[in-house]
């Protein structure tokens, strides 16, 4: 143990109570920070992952062509690609492009999907909806949906082509569960009867107020599609490189590729917001934390003055007794942090059992948090880079108090 | 004996205060301390001999005149090469002892120790307990300093003092808190380390009976020594 570490540790536990206050401040502004960041990243994890769940990490789409370049004007400053190219609703060669696109390795699966709005009817009431037809074991691989059915089974409507699987808010609207009939009206204005073989909650509020699957064969006929998908959806093993990838699908394939980044881009950015925000607001607990390390250190400087002094006289230096000064504030950091770890820890687990019912963006019974040590990192970096600055300025204050002064005072 | 000096000062000037306050300390001091030797600093109080033991300690520095320690000119050196040589070869006893009241005796005689980093923990410990032993207060190694009486303090003091075996010790009025009977043996304490190891003590002193026990008297008066006489050769004796 170095001289001045022994000796900050004898100042410190010296005055206990304000070593507890200061240590109090940084243990709760750590485990404030921690607790908040999991609660907010559980919201837009269970966003995240619902969105992924749902729809797949990539959407590819429409095909598209280049325009003719000699027919297109193009506006001044347009950096919009798009306006270059004409788009063709429909993929025709759905098993081709799959057959290549599990040639990658971030692919995990793929599904092809042929997509429409229709209007769905039970009893005597009606909704718009979005029909989702799917090849039910390739989406099964590639979706959640398998794990999201909530009322019915999967295998009933993958063994029987005229069920549905009917999302959960939409089933409520409609007033029907699993075994119930509904119709839906074709876009030649007849009414096709169908089972409701399940019902599927995705946590995703778009998706389960809107969404029915029936199988792609049934849907291609009910839309009056010539092409069996409007888009394939993609599953990654690795859906944060979502957004390369959709790049180089478009330029292979020429289709329009969007990442679920791309997709879910406003509630990202609101979910980032929310969480940017309450981080600021709990470094201010930090701050004050800072603040109150700053008071106490300073108090320890100016009740120490004498025994500043002495160590001077005895051969300790400058350095040393700011030394001394920084490992205080060093021991309540580093405590302060690990506790406050501990106790945001516990905060999380203790949070993650509070009752919360969330039915709109998403769909939650109990706090959703993610733990995720990025939170305990950037709280004790906070913590730490706090506590420096705050004892700083009293440890370079001690360090050059002019120990003759004092000597001096008790000596003429 | 040989004349081995183990401190000097030549025309050591130092101002205090700022602007029109400021006073002109002390004027041209020169001395020298040799091994073995005991000198004392007398002067009516404000006359610059605690300034003058600060400047010697290298606790302040001189605005003109050099300080050597064993041969090297020291006054130019940065903070902590000073701090160093202070650890190291330099023991200060205060009158009003100046100990960490928190620490115990034995403690307080430890923290040069530690500074130094020469020896082990045990090893200071054992150091500590003799010297602590070898000014009498070897049955009260473990007491908070602050529960010891005037006349304890001031020994684990210079026990504190004696902790890395200095070559000088500056003591300013070491005796001055203490009655008689303390004085007379603190300051019989520090005349055998100071023969028997070979040290050089400088001290203030206003007491004219510790002062006439000393190898030299330098008489001080506004900043200027006025005359150094050796032991039995002052004037007025």
Request: aromatic share 8%; hydrophobic share 45%.
């Given at each position: 143990?170095?001289?001045?570490?022994?000796?900050?540790?004898?100042?410190?536990?010296?005055?206990?109570?304000?070593?507890?206050?200061?240590?109090?401040?940084?243990?709760?502004?750590?485990?404030?920070?921690?607790?908040?960041?999991?609660?907010?990243?559980?919201?837009?994890?269970?966003?995240?992952?619902?969105?992924?769940?749902?729809?797949?990490?990539?959407?590819?789409?429409?095909?598209?062509?280049?325009?003719?370049?000699?027919?297109?004007?193009?506006?001044?400053?347009?950096?919009?690609?798009?306006?270059?190219?004409?788009?063709?609703?429909?993929?025709?060669?759905?098993?081709?492009?799959?057959?290549?696109?599990?040639?990658?390795?971030?692919?995990?699966?793929?599904?092809?999907?042929?997509?429409?709005?229709?209007?769905?009817?039970?009893?005597?009431?009606?909704?718009?909806?979005?029909?989702?037809?799917?090849?039910?074991?390739?989406?099964?691989?590639?979706?959640?949906?398998?794990?999201?059915?909530?009322?019915?089974?999967?295998?009933?409507?993958?063994?029987?082509?005229?069920?549905?699987?009917?999302g959960s808010r939409l089933?409520?609207?409609?007033?029907?569960?699993?075994?119930?009939?509904?119709?839906?009206?074709?876009?030649?204005?007849?009414?096709?009867?169908?089972?409701?073989?399940?019902?599927a909650r995705s946590g995703v509020g778009a998706v389960d107020s809107t969404r029915?699957?029936?199988?792609?064969?049934?849907?291609?006929?009910?839309?009056?599609?010539?092409?069996?998908?409007?888009?394939?959806?993609?599953?990654?093993?690795?859906?944060?490189?979502?957004?390369?990838?959709?790049?180089?699908?478009?330029?292979?394939?020429?289709?329009?590729?969007?990442?679920?980044?791309?997709?879910?881009?406003?509630?990202?950015?609101?979910?980032?917001?929310?969480?940017?925000?309450?981080?600021?607001?709990?470094?201010?607990?930090?701050?004050?934390?800072?603040?109150?390390?700053?008071?106490?250190?300073?108090?320890?400087?100016?009740?120490?003055?004498?025994?500043?002094?002495?160590?001077?006289?005895?051969?300790?230096?400058?350095?040393?007794?700011?030394?001394?000064?920084?490992?205080?504030?060093?021991?309540?950091?580093?405590?302060?942090?690990?506790?406050?770890?501990?106790?945001?820890?516990?905060?999380?687990?203790?949070?993650?059992?509070?009752?919360?019912?969330?039915?709109?963006?998403?769909y939650?019974?109990?706090?959703?948090?993610?733990?995720?040590?990025?939170?305990?990192?950037?709280?004790?970096?906070?913590?730490?880079?706090?506590?420096?600055?705050?004892?700083?300025?009293?440890?370079?204050?001690?360090?050059?108090?002019?120990?003759?002064?004092?000597?001096?005072?008790?000596?003429? | 004996?040989?004349?081995?000096?183990?401190?000097?000062?030549?025309?050591?000037?130092?101002?205090?205060?700022?602007?029109?306050?400021?006073?002109?300390?002390?004027?041209?001091?020169?001395?020298?301390?040799?091994?073995?030797?005991?000198?004392?600093?007398?002067?009516?109080?404000?006359?610059?001999?605690?300034?003058?033991?600060?400047?010697?300690?290298?606790?302040?520095?001189?605005?003109?005149?050099?300080?050597?320690?064993?041969?090297?000119?020291?006054?130019?050196?940065?903070?902590?090469?000073?701090?160093?040589?202070?650890?190291?070869?330099?023991?200060?006893?205060?009158?009003?002892?100046?100990?960490?009241?928190?620490?115990?005796?034995?403690?307080?005689?430890?923290?040069?120790?530690?500074?130094?980093?020469?020896?082990?923990?045990?090893?200071?410990?054992?150091?500590?307990?003799?010297?602590?032993?070898?000014?009498?207060?070897?049955?009260?190694?473990?007491?908070?300093?602050?529960?010891?009486?005037?006349?304890?303090?001031?020994?684990?003091?210079?026990?504190?003092?004696?902790?890395?075996?200095?070559?000088?010790?500056?003591?300013?009025?070491?005796?001055?808190?203490?009655?008689?009977?303390?004085?007379?043996?603190?300051?019989?304490?520090?005349?055998?380390?100071?023969?028997?190891?070979?040290?050089?003590?400088?001290?203030?002193?206003?007491?004219?009976?510790?002062?006439?026990?000393?190898?030299?008297?330098?008489?001080?008066?506004?900043?200027?020594?006025?005359?150094?006489?050796?032991?039995?050769?002052?004037?007025?004796?």
């Amino acid at each position: 143990m170095t001289p001045t570490l022994h000796i900050a540790l004898r100042f410190l536990f010296h005055r206990k109570r304000a070593f507890i206050l200061s240590l109090c401040g940084v243990v709760f502004g750590v485990a404030i920070f921690v607790c908040t960041q999991a609660q907010t990243q559980g919201f837009a994890q269970r966003f995240i992952d619902s969105t992924l769940g749902s729809n797949g990490a990539i959407m590819l789409k429409a095909q598209f062509r280049p325009r003719a370049d000699n027919l297109f004007v193009e506006p001044k400053n347009s950096k919009v690609e798009a306006a270059h190219r004409r788009y063709f609703e429909g993929i025709t060669n759905a098993s081709e492009i799959m057959r290549i696109s599990r040639r990658f390795s971030n692919v995990v699966s793929c599904a092809p999907v042929l997509r429409g709005t229709l209007t769905a009817r039970a009893e005597f009431e009606n909704a718009t909806v979005d029909l989702f037809g799917i090849d039910p074991a390739l989406h099964l691989r590639t979706t959640d949906i398998g794990s999201q059915i909530i009322d019915g089974k999967f295998e009933d409507f993958r063994n029987n082509p005229n069920s549905v699987i009917i999302g959960s808010r939409l089933a409520e609207a409609l007033g029907i569960a699993a075994g119930d009939p509904v119709q839906l009206l074709s876009p030649g204005g007849e009414y096709w009867r169908f089972n409701v073989a399940a019902v599927a909650r995705s946590g995703v509020g778009a998706v389960d107020s809107t969404r029915v699957y029936c199988q792609a064969k049934i849907a291609q006929r009910l839309l009056r599609k010539p092409y069996p998908a409007t888009m394939i959806i993609y599953k990654l093993r690795d859906p944060e490189t979502a957004p390369e990838l959709a790049q180089h699908f478009e330029q292979l394939f020429q289709h329009e590729a969007r990442s679920w980044q791309e997709r879910e881009e406003a509630n990202l950015q609101l979910l980032l917001t929310l969480r940017l925000s309450t981080a600021i607001t709990v470094s201010l607990i930090i701050l004050l934390a800072g603040f109150g390390i700053f008071n106490v250190l300073t108090m320890t400087v100016l009740s120490k003055i004498k025994e500043i002094a002495i160590l001077r006289s005895i051969g300790y230096s400058r350095r040393d007794i700011s030394a001394i000064f920084l490992w205080q504030g060093a021991l309540i950091g580093a405590l302060g942090s690990i506790i406050g770890c501990i106790l945001g820890g516990l905060m999380v687990v203790g949070v993650s059992h509070i009752p919360l019912r969330v039915r709109g963006l998403l769909y939650a019974d109990y706090f959703p948090v993610a733990s995720d040590w990025h939170h305990y990192l950037w709280a004790t970096l906070l913590a730490l880079i706090a506590v420096a600055i705050a004892s700083w300025v009293p440890a370079h204050r001690a360090g050059q108090l002019p120990p003759v002064a004092t000597l001096r005072g008790s000596s003429v | 004996m040989t004349n081995e000096v183990c401190l000097s000062c030549e025309g050591i000037e130092r101002y205090l205060g700022e602007e029109e306050e400021r006073v002109h300390a002390l004027r041209g001091i020169s001395l020298t301390l040799e091994a073995g030797t005991i000198h004392a600093v007398v002067g009516p109080s404000g006359c610059g001999k605690s300034t003058l033991l600060y400047i010697l300690g290298l606790l302040d520095h001189p605005d003109r005149g050099e300080v050597t320690i064993e041969a090297e000119a020291v006054s130019h050196l940065p903070d902590d090469v000073l701090s160093r040589k202070r650890n190291e070869l330099l023991g200060f006893i205060f009158q009003f002892h100046f100990l960490m009241e928190d620490f115990t005796a034995q403690e307080n005689v430890m923290i040069p120790m530690r500074r130094l980093g020469r020896l082990a923990e045990e090893a200071m410990r054992e150091r500590a307990a003799h010297l602590l032993d070898e000014v009498g207060l070897g049955a009260k190694l473990a007491r908070p300093s602050r529960h010891l009486s005037g006349g304890e303090q001031q020994r684990v003091a210079i026990a504190r003092a004696l902790a890395n075996d200095p070559r000088v010790i500056l003591a300013d009025e070491p005796t001055g808190n203490l009655d008689s009977a303390n004085s007379q043996r603190a300051f019989a304490l520090l005349q055998r380390i100071v023969r028997d190891e070979r040290k050089a003590l400088l001290l203030v002193t206003h007491n004219p009976e510790i002062a006439e026990r000393c190898d030299w008297i330098h008489e001080m008066q506004d900043g200027v020594l006025v005359g150094s006489h050796p032991r039995g050769t002052r004037p007025n004796d």
